[in-house]
């Protein structure tokens, strides 16, 4: 949900008793070409430690999408990648 399930949100539905969190919508040709709006939709605070948090991909091109996996992968902070 674009703009609502940031970090801060996350932390808060994890508070309640969420069981998973996912992240924005990330564009994975956004990532795949460093754009500098796509690292704050990344982002983790550390009371997401070890929780099940999900990244969101999002595109059309196979091959960005595939890279897209690998970098989100590279990062070691998700719990899975949708």
């Not at 399930?5 to 508070?15: K, Q």
């Not at 500098?36 to 091109?61: F, W």
């Amino acid at each position: 949900m674009a703009e609502i399930t940031d970090a801060a949100y996350r932390v808060l539905a994890f508070e309640q008793g969420a069981d998973a969190c996912w992240t924005e919508m990330v564009s994975a040709a956004g990532l795949v070409h460093d754009s500098p709006n796509t690292p704050p939709l990344l982002e983790t605070l550390p009371e997401e430690n070890g929780k099940p948090v999900i990244v969101q991909l999002y595109g059309s091109n196979p091959s960005e999408m595939a890279e897209a996996v690998r970098k989100v992968s590279d990062l070691g902070r998700f719990y899975a990648i949708d």
